[in-house]
């Protein structure tokens, strides 16, 4: 069972890849739904959530407050540490779960993983593949797709590890800067080359 890693920065047209992968026939494991299935309510990750950061960042209907959440951590990096000590032993166990599942069927597994660079680099990957667009690019999208100011669009942007960092990882890039089609076409060549 081929098991790639898929990962790109805010905006880097990593979704598109994998759902194009998808249509192919590979399984995609999301780290970012895992995120959110092991801290859902009633769950020991969000409990344990709420007993370091404070039950106020359970809403009433027993969800987790992002926001809330996000306030406490961001720009605080000893409060950050605290919360990913929590969230990834939890979302490793689970990713590892979804890929031995996957095994059984012998299917190609992405796991499409933000942050591969700064959690997962160090897995055995048979393959990393890097969604690239330069950061002006993934600004205007992030303002024309989903609204942000460009101000915020770039500490976004620079919230995340570096273009470089990510590059560094990869053994296959595909430029997501162009056209659809291009991004399209690229993530086909990929898959006859997992599949060949």
Partial sequence: MPLIALTGGIASGKSTI?????????????????????????????AAIAAEFGGDVVKT??????????????????????????????????????????????????????????????????????????ADVRVARLVEERGMTAQDARARIASQVSDEARLALADVVIDTAGTMAHTLAQADALWERLRG
């Avoid at 499409?112 to 593949?129: C, F, I, Y």
């Fill in 61 to 134: 209907d027993g969800t987790l407050d992002r926001a809330a959440l996000g306030s406490r951590v961001f720009g605080h990096p000893d409060r950050l540490a605290a919360l990913n000590a929590i969230v990834h032993p939890a979302v490793r166990a689970e990713s590892e779960r979804r890929f031995a599942e996957a095994a059984r069927d012998d299917a190609v597994v992405v796991y499409d993983v933000p942050l591969l660079a700064e959690a997962r680099s160090h897995d055995p990957w048979e393959l990393v593949v890097v969604a690239h667009a330069p």
């Fill in 18 to 46: 994998a759902r194009r992968l998808a249509e192919h026939g590979a399984v995609i494991v999301d780290a970012d739904q895992i995120v959110r299935d092991v801290q859902a309510p009633g769950t020991p990750v969000l």
